[in-house]
């Protein structure tokens, strides 16, 4: 706290920079983003970190399973992506806004171009999905 009382505002960049590179996040996508070819895909330049905003938060909400396809790559099942929601199985259990910081880290890092993403945004698919299992790619590009 800044003296007077005040909270110092926390830049989620940089929250979200901390949170990637000290949890698992850059031990599959590096932390460079480029991830590890043909096991774990890149976030650099990917469809999925610069699209669909809905569709990022329920990746990294709840998990995803099975083939995904990222610049034009099919990445194998083996590779799942665990689930940082605060949902059954999972253990890493990260609130909205740990999840918010580390999405528009990741939308803004390595040339990225996507905007922010807000921990009400994240709150808001939660509630909609509920205990939902971890995706699959399927089912994401069904979703706008």
């Given at each position: 706290?800044?003296?007077?009382?005040?909270?110092?505002?926390?830049?989620?960049?940089?929250?979200g920079?901390?949170l990637f590179?000290?949890?698992?996040?850059?031990?599959?996508h590096?932390?460079?983003?480029?991830g590890t070819?043909g096991v774990?895909?890149?976030?650099?330049?990917?469809?999925?970190?610069?699209?669909?905003?809905e569709r990022?938060?329920?990746i990294v909400?709840?998990?995803?399973?099975?083939?995904?396809?990222?610049?034009g790559?099919?990445?194998?099942?083996s590779?799942?992506?665990?689930?940082?929601?605060?949902?059954?199985?999972?253990?890493?259990?990260?609130s909205?806004d740990?999840?918010?910081?580390?999405l528009?880290?990741?939308?803004?890092?390595?040339g990225?171009k996507g905007?922010?993403?807000t921990?009400?945004?994240v709150?808001?698919?939660?509630t909609?999905?509920?205990?939902?299992?971890?995706?699959t790619?399927?089912?994401?590009?069904?979703?706008?």
């Amino acid at each position: 706290p800044k003296a007077g009382g005040e909270t110092a505002k926390v830049d989620p960049r940089e929250y979200g920079k901390k949170l990637f590179n000290n949890a698992a996040c850059n031990t599959c996508h590096q932390a460079t983003g480029m991830g590890t070819p043909g096991v774990f895909p890149p976030l650099v330049d990917s469809e999925w970190v610069n699209g669909s905003e809905e569709r990022l938060i329920r990746i990294v909400t709840f998990g995803a399973q099975g083939v995904i396809k990222v610049k034009g790559v099919d990445y194998p099942a083996s590779s799942q992506m665990p689930a940082f929601g605060q949902v059954a199985g999972s253990g890493y259990k990260w609130s909205d806004d740990k999840i918010a910081a580390v999405l528009t880290y990741i939308r803004s890092e390595w040339g990225n171009k996507g905007g922010p993403i807000t921990p009400e945004q994240v709150t808001a698919i939660r509630t909609k999905e509920g205990d939902h299992k971890p995706f699959t790619q399927e089912e994401l590009l069904k979703l706008p």
